[in-house]
């Protein structure tokens, strides 16, 4: 019997190892810090955080090649040197110099998998209430590896928050200010203990604004629509990058607009987005499934559009990737 060879299947490479429990470096005001050496006093907690800003960035390894790739690290601490400023703070780095800072410690700490970047600021000479205007800004950066879950195609159940979503001249939605997070904080603690995973949260005119640390979107009729920017939502840079893809990629209509509560029990697609959250469906809102109460068929194509280039599998928008290492 002739045998006939059949071409050998591409072999991907292996995975990283474990990562440590801790990494071994931090990045703190200039310098590689050891982590067990990165400490501060227990004095200097409390108040000084009180106007601290931050960002969650991160790097996706290409499970073809092996190559780590950088998220939209320009993006991200473009947005950090914005909240930075609306808190009056005075860093003394760049955007591009907490850029490669970021390159440098992923490398330091031999993060080759999927890897969380953690940005914060503060302003640390504060220990009592104080404008702090005459502060220094401290900024430390931290890494960890972190499981995605795009392309997992578990929906998640909603509901509309009691809580409101604050407005700008409140606490302004524009600023990643830890403080503005004990809002969504309260809206999460309020769905989960109501049975929910998620809550969705209105602005002051009754208007969708967004979930706890993510932004959202809804298909109708084929068109994807999210709340604008003057609705009470952060400047989200996932939310940025896939209204361009849905466009570029998918050749979709994207509206931003004002959304009503009740809209949304009438999409035929939900799903929130952002650095931690990804891309995740919505599978059920107040109890009304939402499409078959699973990923929308939209959304799944739009998730494989998005971990294909936030990979580097994707060729195109290389302009939103830094490479970290090749395999």
């Known amino acids: 019997m002739t045998v006939i ?12 190892a474990p990562a440590p429990a801790s990494p071994a470096y931090l990045w703190r005001n200039g310098d590689l810090v050891p982590w067990g050496e990165a400490n501060v006093h227990a004095s200097t907690l409390g ?7 931050f960002e969650g960035i991160k790097a996706y390894r290409n499970p073809l090649t092996g190559d780590q790739w950088g998220w939209q690290f320009a993006e991200h601490y473009a947005r950090f040197a914005q909240s930075m400023r609306l808190q009056r703070m005075r860093p003394e780095f760049t955007p591009a110099q907490l850029a490669q800072a970021s390159l440098d410690l992923l490398r330091a700490n031999g993060h080759a998998g999927d890897t969380y970047v953690r940005p914060l600021a503060w302003l640390s000479d504060v220990s009592w209430f104080t404008d ?24 998640v159940k909603t509901c509309v928050s009691s809580w409101i979503r604050v407005g700008d ?43 706890p640390a993510a932004c959202l979107f809804m298909v109708r009729d084929g068109t994807m629509v999210t709340p604008s920017l003057t609705s009470g939502v952060l400047e989200s ?3 940025t990058a896939l209204i361009r893809l849905g466009r570029e990629e998918l050749g979709l209509q994207v509206q931003e ?15 929130f987005c952002g650095t931690g959250a990804e891309m995740m469906p919505i599978g059920s809102i107040d109890h009304f499934t939402v499409g078959d109460g699973g990923i929308g068929p939209l959304t799944r194509r739009l998730e494989q559009v998005f971990h294909d280039v936030v990979r580097g599998i994707h060729p195109g928008y290389a302009d939103w990737r830094t490479l970290v290492r090749k395999a």
């Open 237 to 239: 840079i996932t939310r």
């Open 169 to 211: 001249n409140q606490l302004s939605p524009r600023v990643k200010c830890i403080s503005n997070y004990q809002n969504s904080r309260l809206a999460l603690i309020e769905a989960k203990q109501n049975g929910f995973d998620q809550p969705i949260l209105l602005n002051l005119e009754g208007k969708v604004t967004e979930g």
């Open 47 to 53: 108040w000084s955080t009180m106007a601290a800003v």
């Open 257 to 271: 607009r004002e959304i009503d509560r009740t809209e949304l029990y009438v999409a035929d697609e939900l799903f």
């Open 132 to 155: 702090g205007l005459d502060s220094r800004t401290s900024i430390v950066i931290i890494t960890e590896p972190f499981r995605s879950h795009l392309q997992s195609g578990r929906a």
């Open 5 to 16: 060879p059949t071409a050998a299947a591409p072999i991907a490479p292996p995975a990283p």
